[in-house]
């Protein structure tokens, strides 16, 4: 399995960007699905999740300016992003919880595309 992100840039303060994650490959069913984002000498955190019926939950510092959806006909998460602050810069990553079979489950990790947000 694959998970392939895209659609980062370079954009200034209070633009929006939505970055898209297609999972490809042998996958009976994906069931929750996240962006994580890594700043420079941060640590890596959890940025939104969304299950396989579309409940989310977010970071309070995105709150109200991000939102996580999915098509489950292309495996595909999106984070629609508005709103962009200096301080949202970093590389985003997108991981998904992959069902392989009844009871065999798997976290898979993109590589990540870079939002750069300047002000």
């Known amino acids: 399995v694959q998970l392939q992100a895209s659609g980062g840039g370079l954009v200034q303060a209070g633009d929006s960007l939505r970055p898209s994650c297609a999972a490809s490959?042998?996958?009976?069913?994906?069931?929750?699905m996240r962006w994580h984002r890594q700043a420079p000498g941060k640590q890596r955190e959890l940025v939104a999740t969304?299950?396989?019926?579309?409940?989310?939950d977010y970071a309070d510092s995105v709150k109200g300016r991000f939102t996580i959806s999915r098509d489950n006909t292309k495996n595909t998460v999106y984070l629609q992003m508005n709103g962009l602050k200096p301080e949202d810069t970093a590389v985003y990553y997108c991981?998904?919880?992959?069902?392989?079979?009844?009871?065999?489950?798997?976290?898979?990790w993109g590589k990540g595309t870079l939002v750069t947000v300047s002000s």
């Open positions: 490959g042998r996958i009976f069913k994906i069931n929750d």
């Open positions: 991981a998904a919880d992959v069902q392989h079979g009844p009871n065999y489950e798997f976290e898979y």
């Open positions: 969304i299950t396989r019926g579309g409940n989310t």
